[in-house]
Every structure is written in structure tokens, then in C-alpha cells.
């Protein structure tokens, strides 16, 4: 009886511990308020999330590589996550509205747009402030009511042009890597496409500036999206949708000798939609013969 004793004993000391720390971990559902919580159905809260590292091959074992230019398409329904809300809600916000704010607070690049060629030099950078002044976005001053001295300048939300930026341009680069045996893509950049109604031209379009993704990772992976109307609950990080490439989206340049967009040597729409799948065959082919014996 005393050995049984004993044993029990110590199992408790052994169980305890365990029980202590999952009720640690556990985190209610419903927050002190009453709201659920619409953090990802993780043990890590969303404002500690990192992004998933790259495996970053040496430069000596890539062996073949192909940049790849896209137009991710807004307007398209399975792009709806980057696009929406409109206005922030429920802890979301649009991509556009979470790079503008980043920008605001300096805490990403963003380089001029220079049509055929990306140039990521400190010459390039963009000012923040000489853009929203050239973009005529309209600023809330506050001043103080009795000195008027300036106290604040600030962007309100439904002044950030979020609604009107319908594309993007996403450069890419798939790479074989003969030392780990590996066949992959690396998302390089992004471009907000800007699109204003012009009464005598009708609707331009106005490339903004690129962005280098590796800069923007680690805050898109604190941003929720909504990927699904029928349950709340599928959410998945912006970061999420670009690493697993849960976005639509079509080719409109690879980099070649000439340095030219599909469009420039493609004349109809038949021509280019037979040209981006012979890119697409083309790099399908590729990997498959990779692996032939």
C-alpha cells in the first residue's frame, strides 16, 4: 500500500506540471469584452507572428534561374483578400492601405518605377512626403485653436486611394538549386497600379513605385485576410497568400536578351494568351526534365 502511495504521488507531481502549462496556454475563444478573438488558430498571437523563413540557396548552386513578370488582378475573385475591406474592419485591411501606412511610418522601401528596369539604389528611393504632395492626397491639419500653431498632419483612411489601386505588377524569380535539389520561386517585388479617371483621357493607369517583398514580410504576416464568406473563421495572413500562392494572376513579361513585355511583340489577344502559356509549358517542362532519367 505505501509503494502505491508513493507512486501516485509522484504521477501527481509528474501530471501537474503538465496541466499547469496547457491552462497557460490555452487562450479563451471569447475576449473580456465578449468579442471572439479573430487572431489566427494559432498558440502565437498574431502581433508575434514571423514569417516563415526562406531557404536561402548560395549563389554558386543556382544554376538556371527566369524572372518572371505578373499582373496580379484585384478584380478577379480570388484576389478579393488583398483587395478588401475597403475600410478597415475586424483587425483587416486592404494590402494597399497596409503598404501606405507602412510607408507613412517609415518602416518599409518603396523605389521609383522606371518602365523595363528596377533599380533598388538609395538614389531611387521614394519620399514619402514629395509623393503625397505630387499624388494630391489631402492631409488633415490640426492646429492648435488658440496659438494655431500646426499640431498634427495626418492621412485619414478614406483618403488613402485604396479603392482606386486595381493591379499589381509582381516581379518573381524561379530558380533550380543543385545543391539541395530544389525547384522553387521567389516573389522579388510589388508594384501598386494606380488607376484615375481623366476627363479627356478616360481612365489612366500610373505605376506607383516597387516595393521589395523581403521588406514587407514581416508585416504581412500580422495581417489577417478573410479568405471565405462561408466561415469567419478561415483566415490566413496576407504573407500566407503569397508564399503559398493563393492569389490569381497572368504573365506579361519574362526577362529575355531584348528585354521586351509580351505585348510588344504580340499583336492580338490570341497571341499573347498563346505566348504566356508556352512561358508557363516552359517552365512547367523545365522542373519535369529535371527528374528524367
Known amino acids: 500500500m505505501k509503494v502505491f ?36 488558430p494559432t498558440s502565437i498571437d498574431l502581433e508575434e507572428r514571423k514569417p516563415i523563413e526562406y531557404n536561402n540557396p548560395r549563389a554558386d548552386d543556382v544554376i538556371w534561374q527566369q524572372a518572371v513578370y505578373r499582373i496580379i488582378d484585384l478584380r478577379e475573385k480570388m484576389n478579393y483578400p488583398l483587395y478588401f475591406p475597403e ?23 518603396a523605389y521609383n518605377y522606371i518602365d523595363g528596369k528596377e533599380i533598388f539604389t538609395e538614389d ?41 489601386v486595381l493591379k499589381y505588377y ?48 514581416p508585416h504581412l504576416a500580422k495581417k489577417e485576410a478573410l479568405i471565405s464568406d462561408k466561415n469567419n473563421g478561415a483566415r490566413e495572413t496576407m504573407d500566407d497568400l503569397f508564399i503559398k500562392r493563393r492569389f490569381g494572376s497572368y504573365i506579361f513579361k519574362v526577362s529575355g536578351v531584348m528585354n521586351r ?18 512561358i508557363k509549358t516552359f517552365i512547367m517542362n523545365f522542373e519535369q526534365d529535371l527528374w528524367e532519367y
Open 87 to 109: 475600410e478597415s474592419s475586424d483587425k483587416r485591411e486592404s494590402l494597399f492601405t497596409s503598404i501606405f501606412r507602412l510607408l507613412e511610418n517609415d518602416k518599409i522601401r
Open 261 to 278: 513585355n509580351i505585348l510588344q511583340y504580340n499583336h492580338t489577344a490570341d497571341e499573347m494568351h498563346r505566348e504566356q502559356d508556352r
Open 170 to 217: 509582381a516581379k518573381e524569380v524561379w530558380y533550380f538549386d543543385k545543391h539541395n535539389s530544389v525547384f522553387s520561386v521567389r516573389l522579388i517585388a510589388l508594384c501598386p497600379i494606380w488607376y484615375k479617371e481623366d476627363y479627356e483621357l478616360g481612365l489612366q493607369k500610373f505605376p506607383l513605385f516597387w516595393i521589395p517583398y523581403d521588406d514587407l514580410r
Open 5 to 40: 502511495n508513493r507512486i501516485l504521488t509522484f504521477g501527481l507531481f509528474l501530471i501537474l506540471p503538465v496541466l499547469a502549462n496547457a491552462q497557460d496556454t490555452d487562450q479563451s475563444f471569447f475576449s473580456e469584452t465578449g468579442e471572439p478573438i479573430t487572431n489566427l
Open 124 to 164: 531611387q528611393r521614394v519620399n514619402f512626403d514629395e509623393w503625397i504632395k505630387a499624388s494630391d492626397i489631402l492631409l488633415t491639419v490640426k492646429t492648435d485653436s488658440i496659438t494655431g500653431d500646426t499640431l498634427s498632419v495626418e492621412i485619414d483612411e478614406s483618403n488613402i486611394p485604396n479603392r482606386e
